[in-house]
């Protein structure tokens, strides 16, 4: 059952405003430390990237590594500097990307 | 003058105290009656994981509610119904339901959870395939009808032939098992507050379910937290949805009583 990542951005914001975005999306987050029932490593799988892109430029991009818990949370600040789509990548280490977006009108 | 000056002293003595015990205390969620020793183990709870619950876009078992939201309109079984087809909103309909159960099945002689209400409503309304206990999709809705009762008083009705359920939930509660030969009333009764190991022990009050829970990493149902509770004594754990914790759903659920329903909790 997938689930869809939830986002928080602002409809609406001044220019030059501080706004803060947050994240919220559900990932096993698997360490690759583990071991199964017949006592064989579980392969890791963790989401290993985040990207957060505003009309196409980079405005955040974080490298995740296995201490990072299940169901990672991001919150962060942009300066609103022009209206357009903020888009959020997620990918994780058998190459799944889940992407997500969200509209900023900034006057 | 000497007098006045240590008059002072203890007096300033007695604020310093006062004000150290506050930020220390135990925080009560807004409940009716502060006067009973109730407490929810979100009063137990580390002001962090206190947070993650108070903020609704934080708190991670939203995803798993968002599935319930999007079942509720979702059109499954051969009946070609929803959620909604019969109930229409859910915050309207669904207001208060939660806190209400486990209710009487006359049909099954057993207590319901509303997990079993669910998949009674698939099979028999919608006639489609029940959900597993522990599936995303049966977590989510759970959590989905339950949410819609947030902040309402946990209500329980034990009259009738409930009675005789709550007490064999008792029974249940005050029996030693397992190989550590400890019932839940040693834990959660007699030593609520107290550390085990690295973790404060809460009352187990059930007001919070289905509940995120950190060790996990996902949300759970009551039942897997019974199960988890049995196997800790190194007990024989009773399968979800079984009369012994449906009986003891019954009684716990009745403990809470007067909680507010704060599902979906977050806890460690």
């Given amino acids: 059952m997938s689930k869809k990542p939830r986002i928080k951005v602002p409809k609406k914001a001044a220019k030059g405003e ?5 994240t919220l999306i559900s990932h096993n987050m698997e360490t690759g430390t583990r071991k199964d029932k017949s ?3 579980i392969p890791r799988n963790i989401i290993n990237k985040f990207t957060c892109t505003l009309n196409g430029k980079e405005v955040l991009s974080a490298n995740l590594y296995p201490s990072v818990a299940a169901n990672p949370y991001f919150a962060f600040h942009v300066r609103a500097t022009e209206s357009g789509t903020f888009e959020f990548t997620w990918t994780d280490d058998e190459g799944k990307e889940i992407k997500a977006s969200n509209e900023m009108t900034v006057a | 003058m000497e007098k006045k000056i240590w008059g002072a002293v203890a007096m300033l003595g007695l604020g310093g105290l006062l004000v150290a015990c506050q930020p220390g205390g135990p925080k009560l969620i807004d409940k009716a009656d502060t006067t009973s020793d109730t407490r929810s183990g979100y009063s137990y709870a580390e002001p962090e994981t206190q947070a993650m619950q108070d903020d609704d876009f934080n708190n ?11 079942q509720w309109t979702t059109v499954d079984g051969e009946a070609g119904k929803s959620c909604q087809s019969c109930h229409g909103e859910a915050a309207k309909s669904m207001k208060g339901v939660g806190a209400k159960f486990p209710i009487w099945d006359a049909k099954l002689k057993t207590p319901k959870a509303v997990e079993m209400q669910i998949n009674e409503c698939r099979t028999e309304r919608m006639k489609a395939q029940p959900w597993k206990w522990e599936s995303d999709q049966m977590l989510g809705m759970t959590m989905y009808v339950k949410m819609q009762s947030r902040g309402m008083p946990v209500n329980v009705d034990v009259s009738g032939p409930m009675k005789a359920w709550l007490e064999r939930g008792k029974e249940f509660y005050n029996t030693r098992r397992g190989l550590l030969d400890m019932a839940c009333s040693h834990c959660h009764v007699d030593n609520a507050g107290n ?26 149902s009551l039942h897997r937290r019974f ?14 949805g079984s009369e012994e914790y449906l009986a003891l759903e019954t009684y716990v659920m ?12 977050v806890r460690n």
Avoid: H
């Fill in chain 2, 227 to 240: 199960k988890g509770c049995n196997d800790q004594v190194r007990a024989e754990p009773f399968k979800r």
């Fill in chain 1, 39 to 41: 006592g064989k490593l």
């Fill in chain 2, 60 to 70: 991670p078992a939203m995803l798993w509610a968002d599935i319930g939201g999007d």
């Fill in chain 2, 254 to 265: 009745w403990r809470a009583s007067g909680l507010p329903v704060e599902t979906p909790a």
């Fill in chain 1, 18 to 22: 501080i706004v803060q975005i947050k």
């Fill in chain 2, 195 to 220: 550390m085990i190991r690295a973790n404060r022990l809460s009352q187990g009050q059930a007001n919070g379910f289905p509940t995120y829970r950190l060790k996990w990493q996902k949300p759970g």
